[in-house]
């Protein structure tokens, strides 16, 4: 039997370095706010997807003005948001029931392709746990006291998200106490001895963080229009 695909859209962010009136994941592109497109897309791969929005306390009144104002009519169910990213997932999870598939991604990546989404089900289907990486382009350098060195940028890769974790795999491992290390929900679920699967993401799928990453996703929103 096919397991309930659920996807967790984490929407914490202040929006500090965009100098925005409101957090970014409420900032217009295209038309409506960056967090409508995030849950768009994944209601696009699969229209019976169980959406769960992670929203600080503090905002859930403004996204419920927000979805009235724009007609948004997508179902989705809302959690609170904990103080770190990690105790936000761990409140999410909680509404997961059944045994899942479960996504989590920033509600600020609403360019993620339907390919990279899918190829994330699809490997976590097989292995359990799947995030998204592309390869760096740049030559990078590793810093250590006053000095740096040239690595090999052939052996890292850039992570993004959905992250894709069986549910019962992603609910164990966010049973352990919080850690400062723990930077993503690959290092959570890795940290709890399950080996990672890397699939290919898409170089759109920035994460939006900057004045100049709304102008990106406005230009490649419109030009896909």
């Known amino acids: 039997m096919e397991k309930q695909k659920v996807a967790l859209i984490m929407a914490g962010g202040k929006g ?18 960056v967090l409508m497109h995030t849950l768009e897309v994944f209601k696009n791969y699969d229209p019976v997807i169980e959406l ?11 996204w419920k003005e927000l979805c009235k104002k724009y007609a948004f009519e997508i179902n989705h169910q809302i959690a609170t948001g904990g103080e770190t990213r990690f105790h936000s997932v761990k409140n999410g999870l909680k509404l997961v029931n059944l045994p899942s598939l479960v996504a989590v991604h920033d509600a600020v990546r ?3 392709s339907i390919e990279t989404i899918s190829r994330c089900f699809n490997e976590a289907e097989k292995s359990g746990a799947a995030i998204p990486v592309i390869e760096l ?39 352990q ?3 400062s290390l723990f ?8 940290n709890a001895g399950t080996k990672i699967n890397l699939v290919e993401g898409n170089r759109e799928n920035i994460k939006i963080t900057t004045e100049h990453d709304l102008i990106f996703a406005e230009m490649i929103m419109r030009q896909n229009v």
């Open 16 to 33: 500090l370095r965009m100098n925005a009136p409101v957090p970014k994941q409420f900032l217009e592109i295209a038309g409506k706010p």
């Open 52 to 62: 769960i929005l992670v929203l600080p306390a503090g905002q859930i009144d403004f």
């Open 110 to 112: 609403p360019l993620v």
């Open 137 to 175: 382009n740049d030559s990078i350098r590793e810093l250590f006291e006053e000095n740096s060195k040239s690595v090999d940028r052939n052996k890292y890769r850039l992570i993004q998200t959905p992250q894709v974790f069986d549910s019962e795999i992603l609910k164990k491992a966010y049973l």
């Open 177 to 179: 106490e919080y850690s």
């Open 183 to 190: 930077t993503d929900d690959a290092s959570v679920v890795e």
